[in-house]
């Protein structure tokens, strides 16, 4: 008889103990709690959260190339390669133009900076001048020349997710289209996913470690006092990011058949580590594998996560709207509306044009204000004190907006296993499918030789 997905045995629990998103809620607050009373000790803490994300770092280029070659080419038609990036940007496209409307609200029903009566000539424009310069030298076309990496290795140890995820897509694809004389490569790959996700959750043990660094350094630097100086710009923020993830992704999600908070509950485990380290990218190698888990097509997975790195930044868009009207309320300078419009149009394209950028969110930020003379970059000063713990929260909402993106766009592209989807959402996620059962149909376990079909050389 045929046995479903949900009447399969759910693995034996756990010690709670052993539970990773625990160790790192451990980690964390004790992390936190020494930043604030031995601030030199928090600080000197720095390398274990930068050594943690260098090894994340590590790993993230080879898990796109092997998650979306090997997905691609196990596709049957070609065709539904383009259908899905097409679904993907429109979302992207649709979603992030939506965050940086809700944030420009916010700002304009809050007013989060006015009443500061800050004098622009008491700006320290050094502060931010490095920011600026990187925003001016950041173009379109540089951009997309950027992607190009100048050899089919180099894109495997640059460092960059948009060349890894181009040259993955292309191997996919020419994998795809020299079958069955290319079965050879193809199970290599998949093997050697099996080598490259194992390490991954090597790595991942070593979770708690970085949070503790990461956050002791964090309040060891920065002081918690320091929200006090922006308190309702920060609170502001963290608000509206909530709300956003509650009201809006949660509307989609629902539309799309599952809860957001039922989402939220399946990704704490990551969502803990990017609270931690303030890097979704820390975390992005177990969510490609926990998605792929509650059901979604690899060959999905592989294209919308990483392209999401890049193009769907809803905590980013937020942010940049947000922040960009309290420096010109804090500085007594009124926008028009069509200068607040010219402010959203160029932060839809300067969001994509900064990405992987290091301080994207200032960097962002400094080429959305060049558009409007009347706002001083210098301005950004202001925030660049609390810049670090909204960080977290950019970090946070980029994070749960691609889930959701990855998810909605299985379900359109009908790659999306219910069954799956409903079992992890529900608390009891069932292993993850095999990289690739075309490969096992093939090659099945035990099976005894056959003799060659009729017509075999």
Known sequence: MHESLADRTVPSRTPWYRHLYLQVVVAIAVGALLGHFFPGLGVALKPLGDGFIALVKMIIAPVIFITVATGIA??????????????????????????????????????PGSGLGIDPASLDAD??????????????????????????????????????LLVAILTGVAIALTRPRSDLMFDTLV????????????????????????????????????????????????????????????????????????????????????????SSEAALPSLLEKLEAAGCKRSVVGLVVPTGYSFNLDGTNIYMTLAALFIAQALGIELSFGEQVSLVLVAMISSKGAAGVTGAGFVILAATLSVVPSVPVAGMALILGVDRFMSECRALTNFIGNAVATIVVAKWEKALDTERLAAAMAGHPLPPPELDSERHERHPPMAPARPPEEGAQ
């Open 191 to 278: 093997s050697a996913g099996d080598v490259v996700f194992k390490l991954v959750h090597m790595l991942m043990r070593l979770a708690p470690i970085g949070a503790f660094g990461a956050i002791a350094f964090t309040i060891g630097s920065f002081g918690i006092g320091t929200l006090a100086q922006l308190a309702g710009l920060v609170a502001t923020f963290y608000l509206t990011s909530l709300l956003f993830v509650v009201v809006v992704l949660g509307a989609i999600a629902r539309a799309a058949g599952f809860s957001i908070f039922a989402l939220i509950r399946y990704l704490r485990e990551e969502l803990l580590l990017v609270l931690g380290t303030s």
């Open 74 to 111: 196990g596709m049957r038609d070609m065709t539904r390669v383009g259908g899905v990036a097409t679904k993907a940007l429109v979302y992207f496209i649709t979603v992030s133009t939506f965050a940086l409307i809700v944030g420009l609200a916010v700002a304009n029903i809050v007013h």
């Open 127 to 164: 502060a931010v001048a490095k920011y600026a310069q990187t925003a001016h030298d950041q173009t379109i076309a540089g951009f997309l020349l950027a992607t190009i990496p100048e050899t089919l290795i180099s894109a495997l140890t640059s460092g960059s997710i948009l060349q890894a």
